[in-house]
């Protein structure tokens, strides 16, 4: 198969939402119509947000039989409470999980939604329970991704082996900065540390879909786009290695 890589500027992160949803929707019923299960990786943070809330829409159709679907998170903080508010646990619950169940109870969270465990004693462990999981599971179908600003994807910082693995990573001065927007800018309550996929378990999806929005995002895609070859200081780079990938951009991101 030759490498197929594909770009879409949307004027605005609702027709963004829309446009990823609709692609991501697209790849579920194809696999499932076939009774084939999809394995769906999902990003935490705030550009999938709009795409999770159409997304439920389009699979609230309750002919359409979910318990072949599965999801599987990009990353956790760690140490994390699965019950605190700032975990990616709670978010998913909040922003997929439960309207998905909701809307279509052929979806069972409980079951059929896996993220890494921020409680363990054990961290080590649970990465490789969790990489373990995904190849029960038949590996990823369809890997959604946002990017972080300074091009971390999962929690992969500048500096990530392309062939890394689920694994324990103390997240860069740029992350705890850009993500203490959740914790009410307070820096030193933020975890310092997750578990986060690898650049090499990310890099075996079947099929990957960047998404990035606002004008934050605009330096990171910039660069990004003008590489020709993967840069270790940029991991959204190493995409460049991957057969399928498409980007959903609007246009503050894009700068264009
Ligand atoms: C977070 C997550 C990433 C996410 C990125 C961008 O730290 N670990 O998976 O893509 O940062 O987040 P946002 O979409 O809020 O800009």
């Not at 990489?131 to 091009?151: S, T």
Request: hydrophobic letters at 35%.
């Amino acid at each position: 198969m030759g490498r197929f890589v594909s770009k879409h500027i949307e004027a605005d992160y609702e027709a963004l939402s829309e446009e990823a949803a609709l692609f991501v929707y697209k790849r579920i019923t194809a696999a499932l119509n076939n009774s084939k299960p999809f394995v769906l990786g999902v990003a935490t943070g705030s550009t999938p947000i709009g795409l999770y809330q159409y997304l439920v829409h389009l699979l609230a159709d309750r002919r359409i039989d979910l318990s072949k679907f599965y999801t599987v998170n990009l990353d956790e903080y760690y140490p994390m409470k699965q019950t605190d508010s700032h975990s990616y646990y709670q978010y998913m619950k909040f922003h997929f999980w439960e309207p998905l169940q909701k809307a279509n109870p052929t979806f069972e969270y409980e079951v059929q939604g896996f993220i890494p465990s921020g409680e363990t004693d054990n961290p080590e462990a649970e990465c490789l329970v969790y990489e373990e999981r995904i190849k029960q599971r038949g590996g990823i179908d369809l890997q959604i991704l946002g990017i972080g600003v300074n091009g971390h994807i999962g929690f992969n910082e500048p500096g990530s082996s392309p062939s890394s693995r689920t694994r324990v990573v103390t997240l860069s001065p740029e992350t705890v900065s850009a993500n203490s927007r959740f914790y009410k800018d307070d820096i030193s309550q933020m975890p310092k540390k997750a578990i986060t996929m690898g650049l090499g378990t990310i890099l075996e999806a079947g099929e990957i879909l960047l998404l990035a929005s606002g004008k934050s995002k605009e330096s990171i895609m910039r660069k990004l786009v003008a590489l020709d070859k993967p840069d270790q200081s940029l991991p959204a780079s190493y995409l460049l290695q991957h057969p399928r990938v498409t980007y959903i951009l609007d246009i503050d991101a894009s700068g264009t």
